[in-house]
C-alpha cells in the first residue's frame, strides 16, 4: 500500500493484488478521509494490463513540485523473462497528472536486457564511493528520499534511491538457499541534471 495524503486529507493510494497464476497486479486506491480507513475504496482496475502476467511490485508514490503523481516499482517484466521473472534486478517508473490515469514509462533503473541465468547475467551493477562496483541480484521494495526544505513531505525531486539488495546469487529462495537471497538496505544517490 504505497499512499500520498493530499492537502485536503484525502488520501490516493496504489496497492497490489497477488494471484499464483496471474502475477502481480497494481491497482489504485482512495480514500475521503486519510484517518479514517472507513471511507477507503479499493478499486479493481488494473492500472497497467500491458505489462503482462509477471507486472511490477513493491509501489512507492509521490508528488512532484507540480502536483503530478509518481510512482517506483520493483519492475518484475522483461524479455526473455518466462520463469522466476521476480529476479530481474529492475525499477519501473509511472506517472499521473491526477491520480487516476496513469501512464508506466518502464524501465528507470538496472539493465533492461539482462535477465537471470543468461550469457548477460543478472542483476543491477551499484557503484560505490571510491569507484567500486558489485552487482547485485536484485533491487526490490524502492523507496525515495527528498531534500524538502519548506515542509513538504514526498513532495520535489527526489534525492536517493533506497531498496532491498539482495547481494547473493540465489535463484530458489527458501530452505535450501544457504542465504543465497540474503539482502541489506541500500542508499544510491540519484543523478542531478
Known sequence: FAPVILANGSIVALWRSWDGVAGSDVKLATGSDW????????????????????????????????????????????????????LDATGG???????????????????????????????????FEGGDTFTFTRLERPHLLFANGDGKQLQGDPTHLICAAQYGNGTDPGTGAQNDDATYTIVIPIQGE
Not at 488494473?46 to 509501489?59: C, I, K, R, V, Y
Request: charged content about 20%; glycine content about 12%; aromatic content about 18%.
Open 35 to 86: 484517518k479514517d480507513p472507513d471511507t477507503y475504496i479499493q478499486h479493481d482496475t488494473l492500472l497497467f494490463p500491458d505489462l503482462g502476467p509477471a507486472g511490477t511490485e513493491d509501489p512507492f508514490m509521490y508528488l512532484d513540485d507540480n502536483g503530478n503523481y509518481h510512482a517506483v516499482f520493483h519492475h518484475m517484466y522483461g524479455t526473455g523473462t518466462l520463469d522466476q521473472w521476480w
Open 93 to 127: 517508473h509511472a506517472f499521473s497528472t491526477n491520480g487516476w490515469d496513469w501512464t508506466y514509462t518502464g524501465v528507470a533503473w538496472g539493465d533492461a536486457k539482462g535477465r537471470y541465468n543468461t550469457p548477460e547475467g543478472q542483476g543491477a551493477v551499484v557503484e
